[in-house]
């Protein structure tokens, strides 16, 4: 059974990767961002909360997002999984491997884009309202989901550039060290993030038809 998380800093294409390896592999995904903004749609309580961490680029308190994480696993547990964006900091991956809530994860994927690059794609960053894709536009080009036909297009409001160096710092203090801690467990793999998303998912396929 396939367990996979999916690591990388803002705009490295995790969203994108996460759609393809849900469809290639069947499984159902969880995108803790995504779950984060749709509590702060709702206007709750929880995500007024949520709110005030997203928007200055912090990370949610270790606590909060582990809760709802678990809850999803529970509901998900038996076809096999993907978490797009958690585990984000050490407590977060020890939980997930260790804490009975949760279930250690069976391979952990890195993607690496540098840090300029990533800025570059902050600015052509739209998300779809109607099937979630994340969409890269060019300037003055139309604006149409690939994958749904889709016009309605919104940018995150969390992406701006001052935000995106924020979140980039937290990632490279806080998440980057995972990056160890999955590799001394034999699970990592990085992967090259500036190539394409075709060119990145192939190599994704390739392993798992191995
Ligand atoms: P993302 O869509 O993955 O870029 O996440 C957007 C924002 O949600 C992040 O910048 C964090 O503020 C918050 N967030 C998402 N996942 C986590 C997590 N595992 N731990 C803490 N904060 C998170």
């Given at each position: 059974?396939?367990?996979?998380?999916?690591?990388?800093?803002?705009?490295?294409?995790?969203?994108?990767?996460?759609?393809?390896?849900?469809?290639?592999?069947?499984?159902?995904a969880l995108s803790t961002g995504n779950l984060l903004r749709r509590e702060v749609e709702s206007g709750s309580e929880l995500g007024q909360e949520v709110d005030s961490y997203i928007n200055r680029g912090a990370y949610v308190p270790d606590e909060l997002i582990m809760k709802m994480v678990s809850k999803w696993l529970a509901d998900n547990e038996e076809k096999g999984w993907l978490l797009d964006g958690f585990p984000r900091t050490l407590a977060q991956a020890e939980a997930l491997e260790n804490d009975d809530a949760f279930q250690a994860p069976t391979i952990a994927i890195a993607l690496d884009v540098a840090e300029e690059v990533l800025v570059g794609r902050i600015a052509g960053r739209r998300e779809c309202s109607s099937c979630g894709a994340t969409v890269r536009v060019e300037p003055g080009a139309e604006e149409v989901c690939p994958e749904c036909g889709s016009t309605e297009l919104t940018v995150r409001s969390d992406d701006d550039v001052e935000n995106f160096r924020r979140r980039y710092a937290n990632y490279r203090e806080l998440t980057q060290p995972l990056f160890d801690y999955y590799a001394a467990k034999g699970k990592l793999i990085t992967l090259d993030g500036t190539t394409s998303p075709d060119a990145v998912f192939s190599v994704i396929e390739n392993h798992f038809s191995q």
């Open positions: 059974m396939h367990r996979i998380i999916l690591m990388g800093p803002p705009a490295s294409g995790k969203g994108t990767q996460s759609l393809r390896i849900q469809k290639l592999l069947g499984i159902p």
